[in-house]
C-alpha cells in the first residue's frame, strides 16, 4: 500500500473517532434548558460521516476491504453479526485464500493474527498468521481471549 493510501486511511479513521467522541460527548444527555434532544442539536451541526467498504469478490465469496479491529474472539463473533446482511468470519480455507491474496485486497496488518470460524476439537478457534514473507499458510489454534484482527466475508449473492 503506497503512503498516500496510508495517509488516506488514518485520515479517515482519525475523522471517525473525533465524529464519534463529539457525537457520544453530546448525544448522551438531553439538553437541560428545554427539550429538544442534543441528538437533533448535533445532527444540524455536525455533518454525517459514512464509510462505504466495497467487497472484494473472490469465487464464491466476497471480502470487506478493511478490517474490523482487533478483538477477542468473543466480540469478533459479535462484532461480524452486527453487520447483518450474510457477513461472518472466514473459515480457515476462505482465510487461506484472503492470505494468499492479501497483496490485491490490500489493508491487512502484516505480522498480525486474523480470526477464523473454525473452531479445533477442544473449542479453541483457529487464527492464520499474515506475514507477507510467508510463503505457506501458518494456522493454529489460540485462545478465546486473545486479541487478533477480523476481516469479515460473506458468501457472494
Known sequence: MSNNQEIKKYIVWIITAVVFF???KYISKPHENNSVNKV??????????EIIVSPIEFGTFEV????????????????????????????LPELNRLFENMQTI????????YWS????????????????DYTTPHQNSTWHED???????????
Not at 474490523?68 to 446482511?85: C, F, H, P, R, Y
Open 40 to 49: 437533533q442539536a448535533v445532527s444540524q451541526k455536525i455533518p454525517q460521516i
Open 64 to 91: 470487506m476491504t478493511q478490517d474490523l479491529g482487533q478483538m477477542t474472539w468473543e466480540q469478533a463473533n459479535i462484532e461480524v453479526s452486527k453487520l447483518g446482511d450474510g457477513w461472518r468470519l472466514p473459515n
Open 22 to 24: 463529539i457525537g457520544y
Open 117 to 132: 470460524s473454525e473452531v479445533n476439537k477442544y473449542g479453541d478457534p483457529f487464527i492464520q498468521r499474515f506475514n507477507i
Open 106 to 113: 490490500g489493508g491487512f496488518h502484516d505480522e498480525s493474527s
Open 147 to 157: 486479541l487478533n484482527w477480523v476481516r469479515a466475508v460473506r458468501s457472494k449473492k
